[in-house]
């Protein structure tokens, strides 16, 4: 079965420093993909990056970085500079190729970015 | 271009009342996806569309829940009899291919924030 954790229910970060948010997976399928998505108070989820399992670089993005760590299974989200526009839930997620599955999401981790 | 919209953005039902949400996938998208979301957690499955056909109801939390995509584009889903359990943000999403189970990236929708009394 799949499953993925956030740890960090909430983080405080000063504007301007860089920040990571820590997800972790388990999965026994070799093909998945990992994605992060951003969820503002307006509530849409916006998607920010994406890493696939077979992928040799970690994955990057303008300001964002996924750091991809097959063997411990790890995809910690790395957001370089932040802003205050930053502000907002972040959910790790994952899907795997096995065809029962689908896209299972963490619980968040509220970023805050003080001025 | 455009994004998924649904409508509307928010929706307060009394206990027992039928509700419909409407999804606008982005156009051409293949895969539709229904989530709800709890307070305080991320989205759950409901439900997924490839075009018209409904491959997968599994998330659905019971039988007053249906959902349809009749011509493969529009989805709408429906809560007959509402509970106060079934407060919660529902969102859509789209996906470009076929396939439930696929590594492609779901393009999500501004949610529909349902509250029952």
């Known amino acids: 079965a799949q499953k993925i954790t956030q740890t960090q229910p909430g983080m405080f970060v000063q504007e301007k420093e860089a920040v990571t948010l820590d997800c972790t997976y388990d999965?026994?399928?070799?093909?998945?993909?990992l994605f992060w998505y951003k969820q503002p108070s307006s509530g849409e989820m916006i998607f920010l990056i994406y890493q696939g399992s077979y992928d040799q670089q970690n994955a990057t993005e303008g300001r964002y970085s996924l750091n991809f760590q097959k063997a411990r299974k790890s995809a910690n989200l790395v957001i370089s500079a932040s802003q205050l526009g930053d502000s907002a839930m972040y959910f790790c997620?994952?899907?795997?190729?096995?065809?029962?599955?689908?896209?299972?999401f963490g619980k968040g981790t509220r970023l805050h970015i003080l001025p | 271009g455009a994004g998924v919209s649904q409508s509307p953005r928010y929706k307060v039902a009394k206990r027992g009342q039928d509700v419909a949400l409407r999804c606008d996938p982005i156009s051409g998208h293949v895969s539709l996806f229904w989530y709800q979301q709890a307070l305080g957690q991320g989205p759950e499955f409901l439900t997924y569309?490839?075009?018209?056909?409904?491959?997968?109801k599994s998330g659905l939390p019971s039988d007053r829940f249906f959902a349809e995509r009749p011509e493969g584009s529009v989805s709408t889903l429906k809560i007959q009899r509402t509970q106060q359990e079934d407060s919660a943000v529902y969102l859509c999403?789209?996906?470009?291919?076929?396939?439930?189970?696929?590594?492609?990236?779901?393009?999500f929708g501004p949610g529909t924030r349902l509250t029952v009394l």
């Open positions: 997620a994952m899907s795997t190729g096995n065809r029962d599955d689908k896209i299972i």
């Open positions: 569309f490839q075009n018209e056909a409904q491959l997968d």
């Open positions: 999403a789209s996906s470009e291919n076929p396939g439930l189970a696929t590594t492609d990236t779901q393009y």
């Open positions: 999965t026994s399928d070799p093909s998945y993909g």
